[in-house]
């Protein structure tokens, strides 16, 4: 029986010893398999900030040879999820699926083979057979760039659906720090007009750095550059490349409004989030920036090996054309008659379509800076008399007909108010002559009879500040501001365009094309961004009395310079804009002729008729031309 019991307790430790070491092996293999799907998973991690420093690689140099081979997609980002991982002893295998993300938000998808290898109990990244780990096509120490091909540029139309910007060559004139030196960057920058020392020194500091990349000087569209290549191409150094961008008629049509296309800038790539990289081409101001993303399209790219295969790649989709309002003929004859002024200081001519609303013209003097004609904000003078009429008479306070006197002075709550160079309308005059010759007096001492907010009210009702800046489809467009007045001098002063009236050029014509119209429409540049709104009625009678005194300014009144203007009875008011101390006043004209409302803006002048009215003019006189 002893025995007996001897055999079991040996033959069950036996089986225990067996049962324990299968579970100790069971339990290592596990271990190890555990080990191999770590290491997968951190090398995977060490791709999404594309630095494998950290990565254990069975050989040196793996690393580094990560980050050469991917150098070239640049700031694309990637992400990488391991797959599977199937050990055989101290090998196993797996698969990485990789993501990378390319500019314009392209994703390049692809699995590429992992091996490791156990080695002193520690999983090694290993290098498959033959090949890159980086991707299954890439040949060892294979290196990826990416390449870009620029869509077709869709083009800013006119009210007709024609490019008001078509395609056309132009000239990059660049000079090459290697070959060029400080005497022929001197010459270039004669020949050029670019300010002086400024490519001698950009030359100076590319020696110094030891850069060899071209310094950019100006670009030239074919008709300047053509009588200047032959002194230009004298000049050892200088390169001028040539390539295609959108460009009005002339160098100024329709600037700063269009704006301009030409290389990206630093800032604009950083502030791109990846949609431009250097050398890209891209609207740098106006609608061609403001409307980048649409008409740029969106470049092809394609990731290449330093063998010239393509591993990835995406046509390129051509940018969307976009619709303007803007008519050429009224831009070039809003545009010749400021260059015919000859002025000195800035000044805009702005034309708006009577009866739709329509934007047709923004010239600007100079036509470089910001868009005054849209953007800009401006006491309105006088010109704002139409409105503060267009509240006396729907609020009873006057008619054309009644006696309004116009002294030469009136005083509201002990500040003194007086005309233009001091005139004044002797004997009983009727409103409609204080409107024609534009008596401050007369308007000021109707001023206190007026709510504080019926200013407000009858502005809007004629375009001002009435909320269109937000459907217009131009960035930074205004629209005015009449804010609800104060009793006394503040009434006193608005009523007039002073105090904290504010208005741009386009503003005043909106108003105008309100009272030929006869209903209030949103004025639009960019077609699709305002909808369809419906027009808002005006005071039938009241309108009616403002068109026939608006008639008066031209025949009797302020504006007699435009007596006999080609093209039919013109309407108007003319204003003179106090802003400061010692300042020249901001002279204006705003009406309308037939079909086109217009307003003119000069920022420092005589007076409205004196100085505004001719440009005025001129410019409804170039347009009646046939």
């Given at each position: 029986?002893?025995?007996?019991?001897?055999?079991?307790?040996?033959?069950?430790?036996?089986?225990?010893?067996?049962?324990?070491?299968?579970?100790?092996?069971?339990?290592?293999?596990?271990?190890?398999?555990?080990?191999?799907?770590?290491?997968?998973?951190?090398?995977?991690?060490?791709?999404?900030?594309?630095?494998?420093?950290?990565?254990?690689?069975?050989?040196?140099?793996?690393?580094?040879?990560?980050?050469?081979?991917?150098?070239?997609?640049?700031?694309?980002?990637?992400?990488?999820?391991?797959?599977?991982?199937?050990?055989?002893?101290?090998?196993?295998?797996?698969?990485?699926?990789?993501?990378?993300?390319?500019?314009?938000?392209?994703?390049?998808?692809?699995?590429?083979?992992?091996?490791?290898?156990?080695?002193?109990?520690?999983?090694?990244?290993?290098?498959?057979?033959?090949?890159?780990?980086?991707?299954?096509?890439?040949?060892?120490?294979?290196?990826?760039?990416?390449?870009?091909?620029?869509?077709?540029?869709?083009?800013?139309?006119?009210?007709?659906?024609?490019?008001?910007?078509?395609?056309?060559?132009?000239?990059?004139?660049?000079?090459?720090?290697?070959?060029?030196?400080?005497?022929?960057?001197?010459?270039?920058?004669?020949?050029?007009?670019?300010?002086?020392?400024?490519?001698?020194?950009?030359?100076?500091?590319?020696?110094?750095?030891?850069?060899?990349?071209?310094?950019?000087?100006?670009?030239?569209?074919?008709?300047?550059?053509?009588?200047?290549?032959?002194?230009?191409?004298?000049?050892?150094?200088?390169?001028?490349?040539?390539?295609?961008?959108?460009?009005?008629?002339?160098?100024?049509?329709?600037?700063?409004?269009?704006?301009?296309?030409?290389?990206?800038?630093?800032?604009?790539?950083?502030?791109?989030?990846?949609?431009?990289?250097?050398?890209?081409?891209?609207?740098?101001?106006?609608?061609?920036?403001?409307?980048?993303?649409?008409?740029?399209?969106?470049?092809?790219?394609?990731?290449?090996?330093?063998?010239?295969?393509?591993?990835?790649?995406?046509?390129?989709?051509?940018?969307?054309?976009?619709?303007?309002?803007?008519?050429?003929?009224?831009?070039?004859?809003?545009?010749?008659?400021?260059?015919?002024?000859?002025?000195?200081?800035?000044?805009?001519?702005?034309?708006?379509?009577?009866?739709?609303?329509?934007?047709?013209?923004?010239?600007?003097?100079?036509?470089?800076?910001?868009?005054?004609?849209?953007?800009?904000?401006?006491?309105?003078?006088?010109?704002?008399?139409?409105?503060?009429?267009?509240?006396?008479?729907?609020?009873?306070?006057?008619?054309?007909?009644?006696?309004?006197?116009?002294?030469?002075?009136?005083?509201?709550?002990?500040?003194?108010?007086?005309?233009?160079?001091?005139?004044?309308?002797?004997?009983?005059?009727?409103?409609?002559?204080?409107?024609?010759?534009?008596?401050?007096?007369?308007?000021?001492?109707?001023?206190?009879?007026?709510?504080?907010?019926?200013?407000?009210?009858?502005?809007?009702?004629?375009?001002?500040?009435?909320?269109?800046?937000?459907?217009?489809?131009?960035?930074?467009?205004?629209?005015?501001?009449?804010?609800?007045?104060?009793?006394?001098?503040?009434?006193?002063?608005?009523?007039?365009?002073?105090?904290?009236?504010?208005?741009?050029?386009?503003?005043?014509?909106?108003?105008?094309?309100?009272?030929g119209r006869g209903t209030y429409l949103p004025p639009v540049l960019v077609r699709g961004d305002g909808g369809n709104p419906?027009?808002?009625?005006?005071?039938?009678?009241?309108?009616?009395?403002?068109?026939?005194?608006?008639?008066?300014?031209?025949?009797?009144?302020?504006?007699?310079?435009?007596?006999?203007?080609?093209?039919?009875?013109?309407?108007?008011?003319?204003?003179?804009?106090?802003?400061?101390?010692?300042?020249?006043?901001?002279?204006?004209?705003?009406?309308?002729?037939?079909?086109?409302?217009?307003?003119?803006?000069?920022?420092?002048?005589?007076?409205?008729?004196?100085?505004?009215?001719?440009?005025?003019?001129?410019?409804?006189?170039?347009?009646?031309?046939?």
């Open positions: 029986m002893g025995r007996r019991w001897i055999w079991v307790a040996t033959v069950v430790a036996v089986l225990a010893a067996a049962a324990g070491g299968g579970w100790w092996w069971m339990s290592r293999e596990h271990s190890r398999d555990v080990a191999a799907t770590a290491a997968l998973t951190r090398y995977a991690a060490a791709w999404h900030g594309k630095d494998l420093g950290a990565v254990p690689f069975a050989s040196d140099g793996a690393a580094k040879d990560f980050t050469a081979a991917v150098a070239g997609l640049g700031s694309a980002a990637v992400t990488a999820r391991a797959g599977t991982v199937h050990r055989d002893g101290t090998r196993a295998t797996a698969s990485l699926e990789v993501t990378w993300t390319l500019p314009g938000e392209h994703e390049w998808r692809y699995s590429t083979p992992v091996r490791l290898v156990e080695r002193s109990e520690r999983w090694l990244v290993t290098a498959p057979g033959d090949g890159s780990p980086w991707h299954p096509e890439l040949p060892a120490g294979g290196r990826m760039s990416l390449q870009r091909s620029a869509p077709t540029r869709g083009d800013l139309l006119d009210r007709a659906g024609r490019p008001l910007m078509p395609q056309g060559t132009v000239y990059q004139v660049q000079l090459d720090p290697v070959r060029a030196d400080a005497a022929g960057a001197a010459a270039l920058e004669q020949v050029t007009g670019v300010t002086p020392g400024s490519v001698v020194k950009a030359l100076a500091d590319r020696k110094k750095s030891g850069s060899q990349a071209p310094i950019p000087v100006i670009t030239y569209r074919e008709s300047d550059y053509a009588p200047l290549r032959s002194r230009l191409d004298a000049i050892t150094g200088v390169i001028a490349p040539s390539a295609t961008q959108p460009l009005g008629p002339t160098r100024t049509f329709g600037q700063p409004l269009l704006g301009t296309v030409g290389e990206v800038t630093a800032e604009i790539v950083d502030q791109g989030k990846g949609r431009y990289a250097t050398g890209d081409r891209a609207g740098l101001s106006g609608l061609q920036r403001q409307y980048d993303a649409t008409l740029a399209g969106t470049p092809g790219i394609a990731v290449v090996t330093d063998a010239k295969k393509t591993l990835f790649s995406t046509e390129a989709v051509a940018g969307t054309d976009v619709e303007t309002t803007l008519d050429p003929t009224t831009q070039k004859a809003a545009e010749q008659a400021l260059a015919d002024a000859r002025l000195s200081v800035p000044a805009a001519v702005v034309a708006v379509d009577v009866p739709t609303g329509e934007v047709l013209a923004a010239a600007n003097s100079p036509s470089s800076g910001f868009d005054r004609a849209i953007t800009g904000k401006y006491p309105p003078g006088s010109t704002f008399k139409v409105a503060s009429t267009y509240a006396y008479l729907t609020r009873g306070v006057t008619t054309p007909s009644s006696t309004v006197a116009c002294p030469t002075t009136v005083t509201v709550d002990g500040r003194s108010f007086h005309n233009y160079a001091g005139e004044s309308i002797p004997g009983s005059v009727p409103f409609s002559q204080d409107f024609a010759h534009s008596c401050n007096t007369a308007f000021i001492s109707l001023s206190q009879k007026l709510a504080t907010t019926d200013l407000t009210t009858a502005a809007k009702a004629l375009g001002i500040g009435a909320g269109w800046a937000r459907t217009l489809g131009v960035d930074g467009a205004f629209d005015g501001s009449i804010p609800e007045t104060r009793k006394g001098t503040d009434q006193a002063a608005a009523v007039i365009g002073q105090a904290r009236d504010e208005v741009s050029p386009l503003a005043l014509a909106v108003m105008s094309a309100s009272v419906r027009p808002a009625p005006l005071d039938g009678q009241a309108v009616a009395q403002l068109r026939s005194m608006m008639a008066e300014v031209v025949s009797t009144g302020t504006a007699t310079v435009l007596r006999g203007t080609p093209g039919g009875t013109v309407r108007g008011k003319t204003g003179t804009a106090d802003h400061g101390v010692d300042e020249k006043p901001y002279a204006w004209f705003t009406g309308y002729q037939g079909k086109v409302a217009f307003a003119v803006l000069v920022e420092a002048g005589v007076s409205g008729g004196e100085t505004a009215a001719p440009v005025a003019k001129d410019f409804l006189t170039l347009l009646a031309r046939p």
